[in-house]
């Protein structure tokens, strides 16, 4: 099947909206009904968050706030080392995961009540706060400052990504079904056209090392028979692009997928929450402008 891939080239529209620093939102003050009904329904949408205020482990989750790394074909508890560190103060909301340097530590959380997959038809949204100069910070090779895994990435692999070699490095967001549908003649990755790719690219997106930058990325009908499947990214609260008109089936055992962070990944971290469905464009903005972060929809 042909995809059809929407991209943003610019970031001109990124800062609409916004008040104060570049990429940080004017916060929401006062709460209109329409506001609280957002909030209302992004609360019952909310699986899992982790603020990275006092440590590794999610501070609200659905299925186990526990955070883990891979060690051979186990998970064990994550700590914190020199590859992942919590710096007090730091962060868009409190403290904050800083991966100071291209390391093998990737804080994973697994996916039981979390994210949600499932064989026949799933849907979920991941947002996060980073803070970062791509171009000055990360070393060479892909940067994945966050992926969805299961048993096999030739079996489904989902992730937002810093290229290779290109100078700025563009920013991207991919949802690789079965290895077949996305690559039947067996490429690299770069080899293959972006438009070709099942992706969405951002040339020239507003990291910085000085301003906090909000990303969410959705799945909608993923494994879906009847309905078409969808992926859209946001940046800052606007949307970027869409996956679209591609098959989109994966065959991942549901007891092995994961939500991993920090692969090749040097910046800072904070305030990573998944939800239960595809957020809509008001519910991204919603939560782009909250003044204290996910926090603000749970008790």
């Not at 003050?29 to 205020?53: I, M, N, R, V, W």
């Not at 949600?116 to 940067?143: I, T």
Request: net charge positive; hydrophobic share 40%.
């Amino acid at each position: 099947m042909r995809p059809s891939i929407k991209t943003v080239l610019c970031a001109s529209a990124l800062f609409a909206g916004s008040a104060g620093q570049a990429g940080e939102p004017a916060s929401r003050t006062t709460e209109q009904p329409a506001g609280a009904d957002l909030k209302a329904t992004l609360s019952k949408s909310l699986t899992l968050h982790a603020s990275f205020d006092k440590g590794l482990d999610a501070d609200y989750s659905r299925g186990d706030k526990k955070c883990y790394v891979q060690q051979g074909p186990k998970l064990i508890p994550a700590v914190l080392n020199d590859d992942v560190k919590l710096v007090a103060d730091a962060g868009r909301f409190g403290a904050a995961l800083h991966f100071p340097k291209k390391g093998t530590t990737r804080p994973s959380f697994k996916d039981g009540g979390v994210l949600g997959y499932n064989a026949k038809s799933w849907s979920a949204s991941v947002s996060a706060w980073m803070r970062l100069d791509p171009d000055q910070d990360l070393e060479p090779g892909y940067c994945d400052p966050i992926q969805i895994i299961g048993d096999d990435n030739k079996k489904g692999y989902i992730f937002m990504e810093w290229s290779k070699d290109e100078k700025p490095r563009l920013f991207r967001y991919a949802i690789r079904p079965l290895f077949p549908i996305w690559n039947p003649k067996n490429l690299a990755w770069h080899e293959i056209p972006a438009d070709k790719k099942p992706m969405v690219e951002v040339a020239r997106a507003p990291f910085a090392r000085d301003k906090w930058t909000h990303v969410v990325f959705t799945l909608e009908n993923i494994n879906d028979k009847k309905n078409p499947p969808v992926g859209k990214l946001y940046i800052n609260g606007k949307p970027q692009g869409a996956i679209e008109k591609w098959d989109m089936k994966f065959d991942w055992d549901p007891a092995k997928v994961l939500l991993v962070l920090g692969a090749n990944y040097v910046g800072y971290m904070d305030d990573l929450a998944v939800f239960n469905r595809p957020l809509t464009d008001g519910d991204v903005d919603f939560l782009f402008r909250l003044k204290n972060g996910v926090r603000e929809l749970y008790p």
